[in-house]
């Protein structure tokens, strides 16, 4: 699952980040509204975190404009404000929920897993391919009732292929969706991870779960 921050205070950005990551998501940062609202209307994501207050565009206009262009990513807005107007326009403008600074960031952390639970987002904590499961609240993964151990990288891999069952995903949209959009990520890099990924899921299984489509990209059946 991929998130992007939009918080011109780096620290506060920097901390979420950090704390996002150590949850398996991949985070992108963006300290100004322009940045941000560039990000936001050309990347897909599963959740924007955007502060209200921000150089260049503020959060409001970039909510505004991202509706505007059906672009439908669940927002969270952060404000340092406490007027209960600001609230009220800041949802008005689109935004799905906000949180008001200083926070703690289970809190953050609960109110970005609520946003992702919402059904207009399609996600859901329990995904299943035939005798595989993947939960990612508790990040358990099994297959036929035996736990996988996965890394953070690879357990983000499984979970995209699984939430798009069936359908075809080539390298550079998992590379675009799994990793940040700063990272130096090879395409051979992703047939490591599918590698190691089958080693763990497939290995000793009678039917084979990852599938290469040659000369597109890979699926879940």
């Given at each position: 699952?991929?998130?992007?921050?939009?918080?011109?205070?780096?620290?506060?950005?920097?901390?979420?980040?950090?704390?996002?990551?150590?949850?398996?998501?991949?985070?992108?940062?963006?300290?100004?509204?322009?940045?941000?609202?560039?990000?936001?209307?050309?990347?897909?994501?599963?959740?924007?975190?955007?502060?209200?207050?921000?150089?260049?565009?503020?959060?409001?206009?970039?909510?505004e404009n991202l509706r505007k262009e059906k672009i439908h990513t669940p927002i969270l807005i952060l404000?340092?404000?406490?007027?209960?107007?600001?609230?009220?326009?800041?949802?008005?403008?689109?935004?799905?929920d906000y949180l008001t600074k200083p926070f703690s960031f289970e809190e953050l952390l609960a109110r970005?897993?609520?946003?992702?639970?919402?059904?207009?987002?399609?996600?859901?904590?329990?995904?299943?391919?035939?005798?595989?499961?993947?939960?990612?609240?508790?990040?358990?993964?099994?297959?036929?009732?035996?736990?996988?151990?996965?890394?953070?990288?690879?357990?983000?891999?499984?979970?995209?292929?699984?939430?798009?069952?069936?359908?075809?995903?080539?390298?550079?949209?998992?590379?675009?969706?799994?990793?940040?959009?700063?990272?130096?990520?090879?395409?051979?890099t992703i047939e490591v991870y599918i590698k190691n990924l089958r080693n763990k899921v497939d290995v000793?299984?009678?039917?084979?779960?990852?599938?290469?489509?040659?000369?597109?990209?890979?699926?879940?059946?």
């Amino acid at each position: 699952m991929r998130i992007l921050v939009v918080e011109d205070e780096h620290r506060i950005a920097n901390l979420i980040k950090k704390g996002l990551e150590q949850e398996s998501y991949a985070v992108d940062v963006a300290y100004n509204g322009d940045d941000g609202y560039d990000l936001a209307s050309t990347e897909e994501y599963d959740t924007i975190i955007l502060d209200l207050m921000l150089p260049g565009l503020d959060g409001i206009k970039i909510t505004e404009n991202l509706r505007k262009e059906k672009i439908h990513t669940p927002i969270l807005i952060l404000t340092a404000k406490g007027q209960i107007q600001d609230k009220v326009k800041g949802l008005d403008s689109g935004a799905d929920d906000y949180l008001t600074k200083p926070f703690s960031f289970e809190e953050l952390l609960a109110r970005v897993r609520a946003l992702m639970r919402r059904p207009k987002t399609a996600v859901t904590e329990n995904l299943v391919a035939s005798d595989l499961t993947l939960n990612s609240k508790t990040f358990e993964v099994k297959r036929g009732g035996k736990s996988i151990e996965l890394s953070s990288k690879e357990f983000s891999l499984l979970e995209y292929l699984m939430r798009n069952k069936s359908r075809i995903l080539t390298k550079d949209q998992i590379i675009s969706h799994v990793w940040d959009y700063d990272a130096d990520i090879l395409p051979n890099t992703i047939e490591v991870y599918i590698k190691n990924l089958r080693n763990k899921v497939d290995v000793g299984f009678k039917k084979k779960l990852i599938n290469t489509v040659r000369g597109f990209g890979y699926k879940i059946e």
